[in-house]
């Protein structure tokens, strides 16, 4: 399974094809395509490739899927034998994306993610129609 590591917002991850995962706040639309170009590693069935620090050419392509908030942090300030308390709360914005490209230089597709399109099943509605006399 192949699998490349990407640095974003100060943070690395790791990543294949299809995993959607939360990270750092990024300036796009929803339903966008954002390209990461800071790739630390790729890794296909057969050969690893490392960066020193980042792998020239090489790209993953995700979609926005949505930002989020992350759960509330509380921030507590207490002064003791002051009377004096302050209480305040951080969410901190997420972006949910899903990975749908690894490209290793050249533009070659390593991994690419298979979509699979939702097809609509329309049931039959049955009508009780009464006859009146």
């Known amino acids: 399974m192949s699998f490349a590591i990407i640095e ?17 706040k990024l300036d796009a639309k929803v339903g966008e395509t954002i390209k990461f170009k800071n790739v630390l590693l790729l890794n296909d069935n ?4 490392i960066g020193s620090p ?4 090489a790209t993953v392509e995700a979609k926005l899927l949505d930002h989020v908030k992350d759960r509330t942090v509380l921030i ?15 969410r901190q914005r997420h972006a949910k ?8 230089k050249g533009g070659k597709v ?3 993610a298979k979509i699979v399109e ?10 009780d129609i009464k006859k009146e006399s």
Do not use: C, W
């Not at 057969?46 to 490739?49: D, I, K, L, P, W």
């Open 54 to 57: 980042n792998i020239e050419g």
């Open 110 to 112: 390593i991994d690419e």
């Open 76 to 90: 507590f300030h207490k002064r003791r034998r002051k009377h004096s308390r302050k209480k305040n709360g951080h």
């Open 46 to 49: 057969t050969t690893t490739e």
């Open 118 to 127: 939702k097809k609509k099943t329309v049931k039959p509605v049955k009508k």
């Open 97 to 104: 994306i899903q990975i749908m490209k690894i490209l290793a």
């Open 8 to 24: 974003t917002g100060g943070k690395q991850y790791k990543v294949s094809t299809s995993n959607i995962l939360e990270v750092e």
